[in-house]
């Protein structure tokens, strides 16, 4: 069974920096795809970032040029580094894993930014 858990969500400021990480039961190589969705108050989840098997990477066009999704060097965590991050950012961050046509989810960790 896949196991993803999040952590390193919480309150900033904006134009402050967050370090989301997802911890898998599994090698990231194990995963078709892995990646990072959100969702906000009353608005429905949404794709932030994905990264394939292939090292494809892939971000929505708000937040492109600010987050960066990578693999750690233990090679069982994805990692999401938000930059800059803005007050419509606030979300529920949720890590994402697809194998065999089946998709994962964690659980979510909540990120904040207010002023």
């Known amino acids: 069974q896949v196991q993803l858990v999040e952590s390193g969500g919480g309150l900033v400021q904006p134009g402050e920096s967050l370090r989301l990480s997802c911890a898998a039961s599994?090698?990231?190589?194990?995963?078709?795809?892995m990646g990072w969705y959100r969702q906000a108050p009353g608005k429905e989840r949404e794709l932030v970032a994905q990264r394939s098997i292939t090292g494809n990477k892939k971000y929505s066009s708000v937040v492109k040029g600010r987050f960066t999704i990578s693999g750690d060097s233990t090679g069982k965590t994805l990692i999401l580094a938000m930059n800059s991050l803005r007050v419509e950012d606030t979300a529920v961050y949720y890590c994402?894993?697809?194998?065999?046509?089946?998709?994962?989810w964690g659980q979510g960790t909540q990120v904040t930014v207010s002023s």
């Open positions: 599994r090698t990231i190589g194990d995963f078709s795809a």
């Open positions: 994402v894993a697809l194998q065999n046509l089946i998709t994962y």
